[in-house]
């Protein structure tokens, strides 16, 4: 036992008994179970220091970007894909890099983000797939591919998407029985185009209830709301992979596709609590 740790088994000791006035049998035992518990507490935070130090250690690997704080989402690279893959992958030949962003949860937000993310850099979406996850829960995954002649402009991509997902799940609200999740952009681009079908640069917004039933009203309830056209209807059995959910998306005049999401975000999180449930967002900031 070093110095230091007999230090500290004899202030423990001090801070439980009077020293003048106990056995050396009671003074053995009280020394070897403070001993033992000291042991068990140092031991356990080196290992929680371990633990904290792996994970924040800089990957040997060079096609790991980094991931996200929600969703179980990572974000990938491959500075030149292999010639089979490519052409299996139906990649344009001028590009030889891929960005992946994936993940278990929650498809929403990290479409939303890469929307963002093409934004901001000379990529461009290959494909958009929507795995049927959520680790066993009511929705999906996501996979998404995106694209350039660079590599260091699918590395950007993804780590602008990989950050953006803080704010997009925002309004992501997890519950037992479900979720409801919704997005908004002023202006949609190439993510939301390939995956939904978005118009490029107009208002654009997502409406997901879980299960499906509650997805329906907040559908009715977001067209009823205001003057917004639906671009698309996803269901069970219709344009999901089997997923528990109903998803709707909208266009229009900015103010209208972001007063029909408020209003079908209100009337989602109500039935929620109807139905006993505490619906919370994801992240604690709403963004719409």
């Known amino acids: 036992m070093d110095n230091e740790l007999i230090e500290k088994v004899l202030e423990e000791i001090r801070k439980k008994v009077d020293l003048k006035n106990i056995s050396k049998d009671q ?15 140092q031991n356990k935070e080196n290992n929680n220091k371990k633990e904290v130090d792996l994970m924040s250690a800089p990957s040997p690997i060079t096609e790991f970007v980094g991931t996200a704080n929600y969703g179980d989402t990572v974000g990938l690279v491959i500075a030149n894909v292999d010639s089979l893959l490519h052409e299996k992958m139906g990649i344009d030949a001028k590009y030889r890099s891929i960005g992946i962003i994936s993940d278990r949860t929650g498809a929403g937000p990290q ?32 996979l998404i591919i995106l694209a350039s002649e660079d590599v260091s402009d699918s590395r950007r991509a993804v780590e602008v998407a990989l950050k ?21 952009t ?7 185009n390939k ?3 978005a118009p490029i640069g107009k208002s654009f917004g997502i409406i997901v209830g879980a299960p499906a039933g509650l997805g329906v009203v907040m559908a009715d309830t977001a067209l009823k709301t205001a003057n917004v056209d639906l671009v698309s209807y996803s269901s069970p059995s219709n344009g999901t992979s ?45 963004y719409i």
């Open 186 to 192: 002023a202006r949609a681009s190439l993510a939301l």
């Open 27 to 41: 003074l053995n035992e009280i020394v070897k179970s403070s001993s033992e518990n000291l042991i068990s507490r």
């Open 195 to 197: 995956a939904f079908g």
């Open 164 to 184: 953006d997902t803080d704010r997009t799940f925002g309004d992501v609200y997890g519950f037992d029985a479900g979720h409801v999740e919704l997005h908004y």
């Open 111 to 142: 479409i939303m983000a890469a929307d963002e993310a093409v934004k901001a850099t000379n990529t461009e979406v290959i494909s958009i797939e929507l795995p049927r996850d959520t680790k066993g829960g009511a929705g999906h995954g996501s």
């Open 242 to 286: 089997y997923s528990n959910e109903v998803i709707i998306t909208v266009t229009g005049d900015s103010g209208a596709v972001r007063q029909s999401v408020i209003a079908a975000r209100e009337v989602g999180l109500s039935i929620a609590r109807s139905m006993g449930q505490n619906p919370v967002s994801t992240t604690g900031k709403p």
